[in-house]
């Protein structure tokens, strides 16, 4: 055999050798990663389809709470949704709720205490409504409109009766809230026998009062709101669980200093005790948050 041949046929040996299952072999490990990589993208694609459903999901629950006026429910969404995205816009939206909860709850307040004959009550909440709550601060307006007549019937009715010291208290505390209601201002000034600049005196003093009752009474909700669905510790070193939001319902279990509370729901009886449902009842909280030790 030839050089020139032998050269040949080595150099074709060598060519097979590199071109033929080194090759194969390449292109095994290019499709498998390839594959990999496709794979990854797939997944990385479903992950987050799935969880632009969910979110676009929870929106959707949020808004069927909205519709049926439920928005403490409505702000949990909220609250999960902006711990999730951390979209600003969903903790703007979680405020809100908060705001129409709280109005929602002093509406339900108010009318109770127009109910109960509580007209002066009934107005001092009304007078709380916040504008940005349309519906519901035109609903108050006009309630306090109409409440208006039954706080001067009611105190004309005490007089008749010769109760004029219950009437005196009720339109001073009135005038305090209505300072520019003449007819009720012209009663008290018969009644408690007062000149016009006692009764100006009189009314600047009660609107004062008001307006700081009124204020705490406005953090009172604010405080029950923000404790919903959350969990809180016995800070006193026992407290009642009651059947009802109230001293006067029955104990029905009691539970210790460190005990754990997961409240489902509150009840703002005044701004000084906030009612807490939890497991098996009611808690106040000022077992929880230090007041009572």
């Given at each position: 055999?030839?050089?020139?041949?032998?050269?040949?046929?080595?150099?074709?040996?060598?060519?097979?050798?590199?071109?033929?299952p080194s090759n194969d072999k390449r292109k095994?490990?290019?499709?498998?990663?390839?594959?990999?990589?496709?794979?990854a993208l797939i997944v990385a694609g479903g992950?987050?389809?799935?969880?632009?459903?969910?979110?676009?999901?929870?929106?959707?629950?949020?808004?069927?709470?909205?519709?049926?006026?439920?928005?403490?429910?409505?702000?949990?969404?909220?609250?999960?949704?902006?711990?999730?995205?951390?979209?600003?816009?969903?903790?703007?939206?979680?405020?809100?709720?908060?705001?129409?909860?709280?109005?929602?709850?002093?509406?339900?307040?108010?009318?109770?205490?127009?109910q109960q004959g509580e007209y002066v009550k009934?107005?001092?909440?009304?007078?709380?409504?916040?504008?940005?709550?349309?519906?519901?601060?035109?609903?108050?307006?006009?309630?306090?409109?109409?409440?208006?007549?039954?706080?001067?019937?009611?105190?004309?009715?005490?007089?008749?009766?010769?109760?004029?010291?219950?009437?005196?208290?009720?339109?001073?505390?009135?005038?305090?809230?209505?300072?520019?209601?003449?007819?009720?201002?012209?009663?008290?000034?018969?009644?408690?026998?007062?000149?016009?600049?006692?009764?100006?005196?009189?009314?600047?003093?009660?609107?004062?009062?008001?307006?700081?009752?009124?204020?705490?009474?406005?953090?009172?909700?604010?405080?029950?709101?923000?404790?919903?669905?959350?969990?809180?510790?016995?800070?006193?070193?026992?407290?009642?669980?009651?059947?009802?939001?109230?001293?006067?319902?029955?104990?029905?279990?009691?539970?210790?200093?460190?005990?754990?509370?997961?409240?489902?729901?509150?009840?703002?009886?005044?701004?000084?005790?906030?009612?807490?449902?939890?497991?098996?009842?009611?808690?106040?909280?000022?077992?929880?948050?230090?007041?009572?030790?």
């Amino acid at each position: 055999m030839s050089k020139e041949k032998y050269t040949n046929n080595f150099d074709s040996y060598d060519e097979y050798d590199e071109s033929g299952p080194s090759n194969d072999k390449r292109k095994k490990i290019l499709f498998i990663v390839g594959g990999l990589v496709v794979l990854a993208l797939i997944v990385a694609g479903g992950i987050f389809a799935k969880g632009k459903m969910e979110i676009s999901s929870l929106n959707k629950k949020a808004e069927n709470f909205i519709d049926i006026k439920d928005y403490q429910e409505a702000a949990k969404i909220y609250s999960d949704l902006y711990s999730k995205t951390g979209d600003v816009e969903y903790k703007s939206k979680k405020n809100q709720m908060d705001i129409m909860a709280e109005t929602k709850s002093s509406m339900e307040e108010a009318k109770n205490l127009e109910q109960q004959g509580e007209y002066v009550k009934a107005i001092a909440i009304y007078k709380q409504i916040p504008a940005e709550d349309k519906d519901n601060y035109k609903k108050a307006s006009d309630k306090i409109s109409s409440l208006k007549s039954d706080v001067v019937k009611k105190a004309s009715s005490m007089i008749d009766s010769g109760n004029t010291t219950s009437a005196s208290s009720l339109l001073s505390e009135y005038l305090g809230l209505i300072p520019d209601d003449k007819t009720a201002s012209d009663l008290y000034k018969k009644v408690a026998g007062k000149t016009e600049t006692e009764v100006n005196q009189v009314v600047v003093k009660e609107s004062s009062s008001q307006s700081s009752s009124s204020s705490n009474l406005s953090a009172a909700h604010r405080t029950a709101n923000s404790i919903n669905g959350s969990y809180q510790y016995v800070t006193a070193k026992e407290a009642n669980i009651r059947s009802g939001p109230s001293k006067s319902s029955p104990s029905v279990n009691t539970v210790y200093k460190g005990d754990e509370i997961y409240i489902f729901d509150t009840y703002v009886e005044s701004a000084n005790r906030i009612w807490c449902k939890t497991y098996g009842g009611w808690i106040s909280y000022n077992t929880l948050n230090g007041n009572i030790r």
